[in-house]
Every structure is written in structure tokens, then in C-alpha cells.
């Protein structure tokens, strides 16, 4: 079995589109669990998830790795698909998300990418810096960080390891790449594994998530 995790607070929004484009899958390769973990939301993120088939576990508000955690202890799947509530998988992404899990066993997790049509000037530009960010990967056959937007973790990797660290309110995914890396762990880049998503289209919304990521 495969399981999607999706963290989502304050999600109302945008959790309708995630879960349809979930639906939508084409191929996938295993039966399918789609797990929302509701954050303590104050609006109506959960009922939504419910109406569009996901199951749904609820939490008082305590961020996203907090959430994942939730996710990943609650899962019924060996391998984990990660993405978030603003986001629109790709037709064919839990397919490319896991195939390098799939065909190597050796393989810990993998990492996908974003991609967007918008055409304001400041979307495209962060598409740009995701793209340049991923033209680099492509060079690495194992690489030392994911981005759980669009992520595939085997299920027990993440138990073994203690999954997210709560103590950080973001760029939680990070520390637990760094941390799998540093033990050994073989992370991969799968380009084709694709989310759709709506970047920052203004400059305030640019640097606000610029401090928010820290970088």
C-alpha cells in the first residue's frame, strides 16, 4: 500500500484541488491511502478533505512536522507520498514520486519538483529559482536534502529515525534530509515527479517567505 500525507492548516482554500488531482492519479502502482492531518484548523479544511474521500485526522494546532508525525504513525502504507494542501500533483506523480523507491531497494526516499503556470512576474521568477535549483540536481546521483511538497519516504526509514523534529516551526524537512544523509541514507532527485503550485506574486509575499524558509 501506498500512503499520501498531507499536512494542512487553514487549508480550505486549496485542499478541494490537492484531493481531486489525487483522484485523478493515473497508474498507481499499489492500493491508496490519502491521509489529510487537519492542524488544528479554524475553518472547514476537514469537512472539505472528508467530502473528497480523504481520511482525516485532527490535531490541536501544532505544525507541520508535528502533523507529518501524526501521518506517518497513522499510516497503513510501507511507502509514504508527502506533498502539501496548496498543492496539485501532477496525473502521473505518486507513480514518478515512487518509482525510484520501487525499483531500488536500497533507495531511502526521493525528492520531486514544483511547477506553475502562473505568468506574474514574480511567480516566474521563483519558478526560475526552483529550476535552477533543479538543474543542479540533475547532476547528483544521490543527493543530501527533500523538500516534502513533493516527497516518497519508506514508511519504517522514518520511524527508525524519529521522523520531524517538532521543535521547528519550518524547514523541518530539511533537518530530517540532512539527518537521513548524514546516516547513510540513499536520498534521490526524481525531476518528473511534479506538483503544481502557486508561488509568491509579489515582492512582500517574495521576501516573506524568504524569511520564513531562512534563506
Sequence with gaps: MITVIIPAFNAA????????????????????EILVVDDGSA???AALARQHGAQVLQ??????????NRGIHA???????????D??????????????????PAIAACKGTYWTDQRALFARFVQLEYEDKYDRLRAYE????????AAACRRQVLLDNDGFDERFPNSEDRELSYRLAARGYQLVFQPSARVGHLHADSLADYFRKKVQNGY
Design 43 to 45: 475553518d472547514a479544511t
Design 87 to 104: 498543492c496539485c500533483p501532477a496525473p502521473d506523480w505518486i507513480a514518478e514520486i515512487t518509482a525510484p523507491l520501487r525499483a531500488d
Design 142 to 149: 544521490r543527493i543530501t536534502f527533500l523538500d516534502f511538497y
Design 59 to 68: 490535531q490541536p494546532h501544532a505544525g507541520p512536522a508535528a502533523a507529518r
Design 13 to 32: 482554500a486549496t485542499i478541494g484541488a490537492c484531493l481531486q488531482a489525487l483522484r485523478e492519479q493515473t497508474a498507481v502502482p499499489a492500493p491508496l
Design 75 to 85: 499510516a497503513r502504507g510501507d511507502l509514504l507520498c508527502f506533498t502539501d494542501a
